[in-house]
């Protein structure tokens, strides 16, 4: 079997998310995907029109995982709001396969420079956001409150994925700052 033949559109999407994370935005290039991968620009372009038609899924596949695919898993059981909350930072943490610990940050960065890519982060910083919102006021916090706890919260996870490896970082760890935010009445 041929490259062209063997490789799939994810192991392309997979590969320049690692090269995302490792080398910022600009190495999303056909020469260095085709150069991380051992095969020609023809097995690219068997797989994608374009280096656009690969960003643009590159991004849908990251808003998919980011936000919907990590609510979803969060909530696939009867949890309390608090389990649902730490459901979903463990989900976070365990899903750092596309591009390493660092794949959200440097789609962060990449952001910066491209209109679609910001529009798609913030779509999945709002549903993150509500997520964690309808979470706090489930556990009872209303109002302002919940919107701002939910931020912090939400810091929180985005700095867990730089500091991935972090000892201090444990479930259990993770699981005492939630219930701090949860249960101090501003």
């Known amino acids: 079997m041929n490259a062209r033949q063997s490789l799939t559109p994810s192991d392309w999407i997979n590969a320049a998310f690692r090269l995302l994370s490792e080398q910022g935005p600009k190495a999303i290039r056909v020469d260095l995907l085709c150069q991380a991968l051992g095969v020609t620009k023809g097995s690219f372009y068997w797989h994608f029109r374009d280096l656009a038609a690969l960003k643009a899924e590159m991004i849908a596949r990251w808003r998919q995982a980011a936000a919907r695919d990590l609510i979803d898993a969060a909530t696939r059981t009867d949890l309390s709001p608090r389990d649902l909350i730490i459901s979903l930072f463990t989900e976070v943490q365990k899903r750092q396969a596309q591009g390493g610990s660092l794949a959200e940050t440097a789609l962060r960065q990449w952001s910066d420079a491209d209109a679609t890519v910001q529009k798609l982060v913030r779509e999945a910083d709002n549903e993150r956001l509500a997520f964690l919102t309808t979470q706090i006021r489930a556990a009872g916090i ?13 810091a929180a996870l985005i700095g867990m994925e730089q500091l991935a490896g972090e000892p201090a970082l444990t479930p259990a760890n993770m699981a005492g700052v939630i219930d701090a935010i949860l249960g101090a009445e501003g």
């Not at 209303?142 to 939400?154: L, V």
């Open 142 to 154: 209303t109002g302002g409150e919940a919107r701002s706890r939910a931020a912090f919260m939400y």
